[in-house]
Structures are given as C-alpha cells and as structure tokens.
C-alpha cells in the first residue's frame, strides 16, 4: 500500500475499513442488550464501530460464507486461509456486485486478520477467536 504506483493502492482502504469492521463486529456485534446495559452502566468506552460502505459489508458477508468451505490441516485441525476457489464459490451462489479485485482483497485481508488472532490466541493458551459468523450479514 505504500507504493503511490501500486496498481493496487486504492484497495487499502477498503481493506482496512474491511479488517476493522470485521475485528469490532466479532468484539462487540454480537452483544446482547443485557451485555450493552452493563457496559453502559460500568461506563466502558466502547469505539463505535467503523463507518463502511457496500463493498466492505459485501467483502465481509462474503468472507462470513467462505470460511464456512474453509481447509484444514494436520492433526490439530490447523485453519488454512481461504482461497481464491473459496470466494468463487460464493460469488457463484449469490449475486456480489463489487469488483472481483477488491473483493479478493479485502477477504484476504480479513482472513490474515483472522488466522493472525487465531495464532496469538493458541499462543495464549486460549480458544477465544470462534468461527466467523454471517448471522448479521444474511
């Protein structure tokens, strides 16, 4: 992204609105009403939640529905990313009017996002980072 001749600069954009959307929406999107009323009566900053536009929301949908097809390696059932045949199935069941590009690019975005967390939670000794969910965007 910080090459101004890169053919693929005006992506950047969309990427990290993409990666920060799908970050706050596996944070705080699935919160329940309850959870909110605790959080506003601790009065916990919450960061409100990333402005995106129909390419994002579509990037992330389809990220949601790609990583259902996702691989898995090995004996600890290691994620693989997600490839380009993954995002072509869903392009091929549902209607996606975004450039393939910039489709590409933020899903690929999103999932090293996500594999990254996935790594430093097992790092952790964790198992917080769940499956991506598409419940919000279907």
């Not at 706050?24 to 009566?41: H, K, M, P």
């Not at 129909?54 to 059932?77: K, N, P």
């Not at 091929?92 to 489709?103: E, G, K, Q, V, Y």
């Amino acid at each position: 992204c910080g090459n101004p001749k890169s053919a693929h600069q005006g992506y950047c954009r969309e990427k990290k609105v993409a990666v920060e959307c799908y970050q706050w929406d596996r944070e705080f999107g699935s919160l329940t009403d309850w959870e909110w009323e605790i959080i506003n009566y601790l009065m916990v900053d919450v960061p409100e939640r990333p402005k995106a536009d129909y390419q994002v929301e579509q990037a992330i949908a389809v990220f949601c529905m790609a990583t259902r097809s996702r691989r898995y390696a090995g004996f600890a059932a290691t994620p693989l990313p997600i490839t380009v045949a993954n995002i072509t199935d869903v392009v091929t069941a549902h209607d996606i009017m975004i450039p393939r590009s910039i489709l590409d690019a933020c899903v690929f975005a999103i999932d090293d996002a996500w594999l990254k967390a996935l790594e430093e939670d097992k790092q952790d000794g964790g198992t917080d980072v769940e499956p991506p969910s598409s419940d919000r965007y279907e």
